[in-house]
Structure formats: structure tokens, C-alpha cells
């Protein structure tokens, strides 16, 4: 079946643009993650959906950075005036319905800031 | 708080090699550990896992230990093969938020034939 996928591939924005990002979790998936991976880094978690549950937002580094997910199915990474430390591949994983440790990850939309 | 160190890469073996590579954890309580393997031109997938302590995951001729005493999960193969070229990333899940995971900075393998 489809996989995770996200949209667009490369972005490539000026300093102080707002973006958008786009993730399409696999059918069926109720929780979705979103991730950074800056340069040489780990995977910095960002926000995490389940269900119809409030958002654990804890991982979002400013208020530059929001998400949201309208019918629990598709999502949206939205960066207001980005930066260039803003530069960086965007990550989207779904899991299925009680199977919260197994993430299937999306091929990623990678930023760059000029 | 919680956190994943991994051995920095890359590492370069010849085919038939045996494998391992380190990942060390930080964490309250008992949190799960994975390792994720991202082929090239792919999305991260999951490799193995293992929920508590003393626990072994195994896939694909991998295996890692769950060792709560040296907070640790390296990851080996008897026999690597070109095929395993990939990033490999360490993770755990805390143990009070199990859906709020922690990856290390992932560690690239290149087999040479």
C-alpha cells in the first residue's frame, strides 16, 4: 500500500518568507509525528498527533513553528519568517492505532533558507 | 533529560565483516529502545526493538541487547553485505511518554565488496 508521504520534496525560501509543508500519513495511521534533521544531527522531535487529542507541542523550537492536522489524516508544518538555522530536512512519521513504538517515516521535504 | 549517543561514523567495512555499533542511553525509568535504518534514497524504517531490559531485537541478521546496566544497545552482524550500506539511527521512547521518542544523530555504514 501507499506509504507516508510529504510534499513538496525541496523548498528552497528566502529569510523571513512563511512555508508550508505537507504530510499525507498512510490510511488508517491515528498518530503522527513530525521531525527536524538539521546537518549532522539526530532526529529532533517536533509535535506529535493522536487521534482527536490535543497535540503534544512540546518539541516545537519558537512560535515560529505550528501544525495542525484537519481531519485527523492530513497535516501541515507551517514556519512563519523563516530563518536560515530553519534550514534543514522536515520529517513525517504515522503509526497504526495501538502500535505506538513502530513509525513509518515519509522520505522527508528538505528546507533551505537562504 | 532523556537522550541517545550513537558512535560517529562513517564506518567502512569489507563485505563478510562483523559489525557493531554503538549507542549508549540517558533516560528515566524504562524506556524502549530501536534501532532505525534509513537505505539510500529512502525513509527512515524500523530495524529491531526491545521493550525491557535484557531483551534481544533481531531482524535481518541484526541484533541488539537491551542492557540496562550499561544503559546501552549496540547494534551487530555476524557478516555484513554490501545490501547494509545505510544510516543506521539509534532511539528510545520515554518511558512516561512513550510517544515522544529521542534519536541519536545516526551513524553511516558503507560495505565495500
Known amino acids: 500500500g501507499a506509504g507516508v508521504s510529504q510534499s513538496p520534496s525541496n523548498k528552497v525560501t528566502e529569510k523571513g518568507k512563511d512555508v508550508e509543508l505537507r504530510c499525507d500519513p498512510i490510511s488508517g495511521h491515528t498518530a503522527l509525528y513530525w521531525y527536524r534533521q538539521s546537518l549532522g544531527q539526530g532526529l529532533e522531535f517536533l509535535i506529535y498527533f493522536q487521534g482527536n487529542s490535543a497535540p503534544d507541542k512540546s518539541g516545537l523550537p519558537s512560535d515560529r513553528f505550528s501544525a495542525e492536522r484537519t481531519g485527523g489524516s492530513v497535516s501541515t508544518l507551517t514556519i512563519q519568517r523563516t530563518q536560515q538555522e530553519d534550514s534543514a530536512v522536515y520529517l513525517c512519521?504515522?503509526?497504526?492505532?495501538?502500535?505506538?513504538?513502530?513509525?513509518?517515516f515519509g522520505p522527508g521535504t528538505r528546507l533551505t533558507v537562504l | 533529560g532523556d537522550s541517545v549517543t550513537q558512535m560517529e561514523g562513517p564506518v567502512t567495512l569489507s563485505e563478510e565483516a562483523f559489525l557493531t555499533i554503538n549507542c549508549t542511553y540517558t533516560?528515566?525509568?524504562?524506556?524502549?529502545l530501536f534501532w532505525y535504518v534509513q537505505y539510500p534514497g529512502e525513509g527512515l524504517q524500523l530495524l529491531l526493538k526491545a521493550t525491557k531490559a535484557d531483551d534481544k531485537g533481531s531482524n535481518k541478521g541484526f541484533e541488539a541487547t537491551y542492557r540496562k546496566e550499561t544503559t546501552s544497545f549496540h547494534l551487530e552482524k555476524g557478516s555484513v553485505q554490501v545490501s547494509d550500506s545505510a544510516v543506521y539511527f539509534c532511539?528510545?521512547?520515554?518511558?512516561?511518554?512513550?510517544?515522544?521518542?529521542?534519536f541519536g544523530s545516526g551513524t553511516k555504514l558503507n560495505v565495500k565488496p
Open positions: 533516560a528515566t525509568g524504562y524506556p524502549s
Open positions: 512519521a504515522s503509526s497504526p492505532p495501538g502500535v505506538a513504538d513502530t513509525q513509518y
Open positions: 532511539a528510545l521512547s520515554a518511558t512516561y511518554n512513550f510517544n515522544k521518542f529521542y
